[in-house]
């Protein structure tokens, strides 16, 4: 998936509920920059909740089990290896898994990589879209989650993915 560069400006922002809590939503006024659980906007920046409206309907969608893929112009910052993770994870299936070293060696390439991987998918800001949630470790078993693993556990539990632990 190729992401947009975000648009200069302040950050625009809403914040709405959904069945894993609260959801800080920011995007630049075209494409989401990032996702965000239980987080609170900074003092600079603008209330725009029409901004969100796809992103929102689509996180509906999602919640309610009729979405399974989104497809939201992203911007999201971070460093070239970075988004060359994020990108990759946009390529798991829903209701699929793949562990960190998986993931590192399919799409990058880089077998020995998986610390570094996991780094870069905990500094994912654009989360549930940016479906982090569904790297695991090796052994199949949960392991962090910047939301929370009852959070990913929730998450996954909702695209039907059964794991241990």
Same mark, same amino acid.
């Given at each position: 998936?190729?992401?947009?560069?975000?648009l200069?400006?302040?950050?625009?922002?809403?914040?709405?509920?959904?069945?894993?809590?609260? !959801?800080?939503?920011?995007?630049?006024?075209?494409?989401?920059?990032?996702?965000?659980?239980?987080?609170?906007?900074?003092?600079?920046?603008?209330?725009?909740?029409?901004?969100?409206?796809?992103?929102?309907?689509?996180? +509906?969608?999602?919640?309610?089990?009729?979405? +399974?893929?989104?497809? !939201?112009? !992203?911007?999201?910052?971070?460093t070239?290896?970075?988004?060359?993770?994020?990108?990759?994870?946009?390529?798991?299936?829903?209701? +699929?898994?793949?562990?960190?070293?998986?993931?590192?060696t399919?799409?990058?390439?880089?077998?020995t990589?998986?610390?570094?991987?996991? !780094?870069?998918?905990?500094?994912?800001?654009?989360?549930?879209?940016?479906?982090?949630h569904?790297?695991?470790?090796a052994?199949?078993t949960?392991?962090?989650?910047?939301?929370?693993?009852?959070?990913?556990?929730?998450?996954?539990?909702?695209?039907?993915?059964?794991?241990?632990?």
């Amino acid at each position: 998936m190729a992401f947009n560069a975000p648009l200069a400006g302040p950050p625009r922002y809403t914040v709405a509920d959904s069945p894993v809590g609260e !959801l800080l939503f920011i995007g630049d006024g075209e494409s989401l920059t990032a996702l965000y659980m239980a987080a609170t906007p900074g003092a600079d920046w603008v209330p725009d909740p029409g901004a969100f409206t796809e992103a929102q309907a689509q996180l +509906r969608a999602y919640f309610a089990g009729e979405l +399974r893929e989104f497809d !939201l112009p !992203l911007a999201p910052t971070g460093t070239a290896f970075q988004l060359k993770v994020w990108s990759a994870l946009t390529t798991i299936p829903y209701g +699929r898994t793949m562990s960190y070293g998986a993931l590192a060696t399919k799409f990058l390439g880089q077998p020995t990589a998986s610390r570094a991987v996991g !780094l870069a998918n905990g500094r994912n800001p654009i989360s549930i879209v940016i479906p982090c949630h569904r790297v695991i470790g090796a052994d199949g078993t949960l392991t962090g989650y910047a939301g929370g693993l009852p959070r990913k556990q929730r998450l996954l539990a909702l695209e039907k993915v059964r794991v241990t632990g």
